[in-house]
């Protein structure tokens, strides 16, 4: 009897784990839509976070909206711009590249090539440097 | 020459440095611009607060200059900028519209009663769905809407009395003209 019991509990953990899987998987296409479509999109209230990874109450309602969208026939590019026309740009976590954006897409490398041209300044007035020097090869020739 | 321009570099350096810290001091990253400024608002028609049966339509408010401010009972930054609602309730100085944001009836209800009513009507959006057409992230939350059904203005938090000074009151005047 006992053995029965202590049987039966070993169950208890895996109850548990079923009680925790959420509603989702009604289809399942779907879910791997949504899924794939809320990690491009940002949650608008913790803001570094996506529509995926936020449990925010407004990121809930977002999914739910995207769920229904997608339930519409909509494409995943016509379901960004319902979202963006409401949002804007922020809500997309690789805003496109226009006018405004043109200093973020173009910043990295603006900021690379001022390092190149600061290394090469700084090259050239080291090699300027190094030939006011006597040499000491030839000191070592002469001697 | 060559000398001043090294120390005049650095200094030239820290100035750039320190007036774009300066102004990211002053810049809100939660603040994000609505798209929606300059566009229709979208139309929606929800329940109204304490009338069962009757429905508030965005349609009624063509031809008039109003104040859409989204706000719930569960907001704590609602409260702050209740006293001033109320304010401009009590002076007529705009037509003041609520939008009940993912709330209860009853908590509503109870606010409005324990602290006054600023509005001229409630409309009830309890699932947030007319919200998320709006843009609305945050509440509360005011929209500034012309006699075209244009948004024209968003508030994002409290309307504090230096918006309504400022930006607010002044863009009232030249809508309503």
């Given amino acids: 009897m006992k053995r029965w019991f202590s049987a039966l509990l070993l169950i208890v953990p895996l109850m548990a784990v ?30 570094n976070q996506t529509l995926a990874d936020s449990s925010a109450p407004l990121a809930e309602d977002l999914r739910r909206e995207i769920r229904e969208l997608i339930a519409k026939g909509m494409t995943d590019k016509e379901i960004t711009d319902y979202l963006v026309v409401r949002y804007g740009d922020f809500v997309r976590y690789r805003p496109p590249l226009k006018t405004q954006t043109a200093l973020l897409w173009g910043g990295p490398f603006l900021l690379l090539a001022m390092g190149l041209v600061a290394l090469a300044l700084v090259l050239r007035n080291r090699n300027r440097l190094m030939k006011d020097l006597p040499d000491e090869d030839d000191e070592e020739d002469a001697a | 020459m060559k000398g001043v321009f090294k120390y005049l570099l650095p200094l030239a350096v820290f100035l750039v440095l320190a007036g774009f810290l300066a102004k990211g001091l002053k810049l809100d990253p939660h603040e994000v611009p609505s798209p ?6 979208p139309a929606f028609s929800l329940p109204k607060l304490g009338d069962q049966a009757g429905k508030f339509s965005s349609d009624e408010m063509k031809g ?27 002076s007529g100085q705009a037509e003041l519209y609520g939008m009940d944001y993912k709330d209860t009836d009853a908590d509503a209800s109870a606010v409005l009663k324990q602290m006054g009513n600023p509005y001229r009507a409630v409309a009830v959006d309890a699932d947030g769905r007319v919200g998320i057409d709006y843009g609305v992230y945050g509440v509360p939350e005011t929209y500034v809407i012309d006699k075209a059904g244009i948004i024209r203005f968003k508030q994002i938090g409290p309307i504090t009395p230096e918006v309504w000074n400022e930006k607010i009151q002044p863009l009232l005047q030249g809508l309503q003209r």
Avoid: T, Y
């Fill in chain 1, 18 to 47: 079923a009680g925790e899987a959420q509603p989702l998987a009604d289809d399942p296409a779907m879910e791997a839509r949504l899924k794939a479509l809320s990690q491009e999109l940002r949650c608008l209230v913790c803001q």
């Fill in chain 2, 36 to 41: 929606l400024i300059g566009k229709p608002a």
């Fill in chain 2, 64 to 90: 008039r200059v109003w104040l859409l401010n989204v706000w719930a009972s569960w907001c704590a930054a609602c409260r702050e900028e209740h006293p001033l609602l109320m304010e401009l309730a009590r």
